[in-house]
């Protein structure tokens, strides 16, 4: 998993990818108006504040697809009680049956990190997520018109 971080933005402002909604703005169930507006809004100051998609592939052979399939749904009953999950799906390739994917929402890519480090989810969602696939796994939503995060490499 990479980090994202602080950067400056062009225009010489500072972004802050992850923080938490400040107290007293609305979630995207409150507001009204188009939910992609709502899913890019950009909180006072410049900051950065999307949804995000994580992407989450595994490698599963076939005689182990029964079990996998119950260790998912455990792991997104977890993670579906933490703060900022907004759903999460989960898909099997149609070409090759051994590919799965886990694709979940959140509000921030912060709500989501600090759901990981939350105990239940280390018990439950960890080992799941442990045996993915080596890439990158945090999107932002990147929709017509949308303003996405600064473009530089992250890291810890």
């Not at 933005?9 to 703005?25: F, K, N, Q, V």
Request: charged fraction near 25%; glycine fraction near 10%; aromatic fraction near 8%.
């Amino acid at each position: 998993m990479r980090g994202l971080g602080r950067g400056t933005a062009p225009d010489g402002s500072s972004r802050y990818a992850g923080e938490p909604p400040l107290p007293g703005t609305c979630r995207p169930w409150e507001a009204s108006g188009d939910l992609h507006t709502v899913m890019n809004q950009r909180l006072a100051g410049g900051r950065y504040r999307g949804h995000v998609l994580v992407v989450t592939r595994f490698r599963v052979p076939r005689e182990d697809a029964v079990a996998f399939r119950a260790d998912a749904e455990t792991a997104r009953e977890a993670l579906a009680d933490r703060p900022g999950y907004l759903d999460s799906t989960l898909g099997r390739s149609l070409d090759d049956p051994t590919l799965w994917v886990l694709v979940a929402r959140w509000e921030s890519v912060g709500a989501y990190r600090r759901a990981l480090s939350a105990y239940d989810v280390k018990v439950n969602a960890v080992p799941l997520l442990s045996r993915a696939l080596e890439e990158p796994s945090a999107f932002e939503i990147a929709d017509p018109g949308a303003d996405l995060n600064i473009e530089s490499t992250r890291g810890f």
